[in-house]
């Protein structure tokens, strides 16, 4: 079965600085990757997406994440945070199993400092 | 195009109620997935359907239900509500079951059970 884990529950940056948010996942093949976004009572917004190819990809906002296989790792990034980047990010690993479509990770909480 | 809807948007029953949460997809989407998310537990995947069929279920107890109709709406139902099914519950829509398609979130139905 798929899981992933997101090490850090919160982060605090000020606004104008570089994020990394970690996931690492594990799953025996090769793993859809996601990242979501989730705005203080809202559902979650699809940030971006690995499948396959180029290892560093480009998502909404600003984002983007880079797979390693090695690290079995999908971390999020942002050159620049903004104030508005306050929310809640889930990684999540997708596969065509039984365990449905997505398994998520426990999410990690964003705070941006003025 | 409209985003998936959820209905009620907030509910709150008394233990030992029973609860139905409505979901209408996107237009032309065939997959709704539910989740369930509390602070503790995070996102908890519940049930998937495509084509009015459930096609996975998470391990949840029996008390929770769902169903898929014709036109791809989707109702899940608590009964016997406890305190701990007090979450947010969230739909999600996709074109098919595929993991590979995106997976769009409705904003959630709040259900508190006092």
């Known amino acids: 079965a798929q899981s992933v884990t997101q090490p850090d529950i919160h982060i605090t940056v000020s606004e104008g600085a570089s994020l990394e948010l970690r996931c690492n996942y594990s799953?025996?093949?090769?793993?859809?990757l996601f990242w979501y976004v989730q705005s203080p009572g809202q559902g979650l917004q699809l940030l971006l997406k690995?499948?396959?190819?180029?290892?560093l990809v480009q998502g909404i906002k600003g984002f983007e994440a880079e797979f390693k296989r090695s690290q079995s790792s999908f971390n999020l990034r942002k050159p620049s945070v903004h104030w508005s980047d306050a929310a809640e990010y889930f990684c999540?690993?997708?596969?065509?199993?039984?365990?449905?479509?997505?398994?998520f990770g426990d999410g990690t909480t964003l705070t941006v400092k003025p | 195009k409209a985003g998936v809807t959820q209905t009620p948007r907030y509910l709150i029953k008394t233990r030992g109620q029973q609860v139905t949460l409505s979901c209408s997809p996107i237009?032309?989407?065939?997959?709704v997935s539910w989740y369930q998310q509390t602070p503790g537990q995070g996102l908890q995947f519940l049930f998937e359907?495509?084509?009015?069929?459930?096609?996975n279920k998470g391990n949840f107890p029996g008390r929770f239900s769902g169903r898929q109709f014709s036109n791809s709406r989707s109702e899940m139902n608590v009964s016997t509500l406890e305190l701990g099914d007090s979450a947010l519950y969230l739909c999600?829509?996709?074109?098919?079951?595929?993991?590979?398609?995106?997976?769009?979130f409705g904003p959630g139905t709040r259900l508190t059970v006092t």
């Open positions: 999540a690993v997708g596969a065509d199993t039984n365990a449905g479509k997505s398994t």
């Open positions: 999600a829509s996709s074109l098919t079951w595929r993991a590979t398609y995106e997976q769009y």
């Open positions: 799953y025996g093949a090769t793993p859809y």
């Open positions: 359907y495509f084509s009015e069929t459930q096609r």
């Open positions: 237009s032309g989407h065939r997959s």
């Open positions: 690995y499948f396959s190819g180029d290892t």
